[in-house]
């Protein structure tokens, strides 16, 4: 069955590194993987979208690869900050219908001063 | 620009009674999609429409649940008979036509508890 993996445990990091998350997926061969991040109590805020022809697009603080043949795509946070504290979903275009987005659970990221 | 608005952004519904959700996409956007969240579950896709135009329902429930985004006016998400399981955030995203179709904006939910 098609499954999305995102790590459930929150990722403790401090200020200043580099915050890492990994979403992975199986059964999908999705034309465009998306990152969010979601406050508590909000709606998802649009971060990045990558193309499966693309291995790695950046934004700012901001970089993620997408790796189709490990099925992977890594999410990087350099010089993090406590405001970056969040949650963030990964989400792919499914395959069944183009404009479905199918979402991860997400990965809390909590950055310590 | 607003982002997109939603109301109300919590609602308290007794078993058996009706749910209506509310969705203003973006100025300019014509794409509406509704999701759902549960407790500790992810987003989950339920219904895309165009104006007047439901694309695709894939992941509506058969029963109580429906979706229309009339030629004027919000989007509506309609629970009809509302069971305790229907509690969750709803969420209605927006994205404009044309290349950037694949970004969707999401607007900050309605939280449904039913009683």
């Known amino acids: 069955s098609q499954k999305i993996e995102q790590n459930s445990e929150a990722l403790n990091i401090q200020e200043g590194k580099t915050a890492t998350l990994t979403c992975n997926y199986t059964?999908?061969?999705?034309?465009?993987l998306q990152w969010y991040r979601q406050d508590p109590g909000r709606g998802p805020v649009f971060l990045l979208l990558?193309?499966?022809?693309?291995k790695e697009k950046r934004k700012e603080r901001l970089k993620v690869t997408f790796d189709t043949t490990l099925k992977q795509s890594l999410f990087h946070i350099t010089a993090s900050q406590p405001a970056d504290s969040a949650t963030y979903l990964c989400?792919?275009?499914?395959?069944?219908?183009?404009?479905?987005?199918?979402f991860g659970t997400g990965t809390r990221l909590l950055v310590s001063p | 620009n607003a982002g997109v608005m939603q109301n109300p952004r919590h609602l308290v519904r007794r078993r058996g009674q009706e749910a209506r959700l509310r969705c203003s996409p973006m100025?300019?956007?014509?794409?509406v999609y509704w999701y759902r969240q549960l407790p500790e579950e992810g987003l989950k896709f339920m219904v895309y429409?165009?104006?007047?135009?439901?694309?695709?329902e894939s992941g509506m429930p058969k029963e109580r649940f429906s979706a229309e985004f009339p030629k004027e006016g919000p989007s509506i998400l309609r629970i009809q008979q509302v069971v305790r399981g229907d509690s969750a955030a709803y969420f209605c995203?927006?994205?404009?036509?044309?290349?950037?179709?694949?970004?969707?904006?999401f607007g900050p939910g309605t939280r449904l508890t039913v009683t």
């Open positions: 995203a927006s994205s404009p036509p044309g290349q950037a179709v694949y970004e969707q904006y």
């Open positions: 990558i193309r499966e022809n693309e």
């Open positions: 989400a792919l275009l499914g395959n069944t219908g183009f404009q479905k987005l199918v």
């Open positions: 100025k300019g956007h014509s794409h």
């Open positions: 059964n999908y061969s999705p034309a465009y």
């Open positions: 429409l165009q104006k007047e135009n439901i694309i695709d």
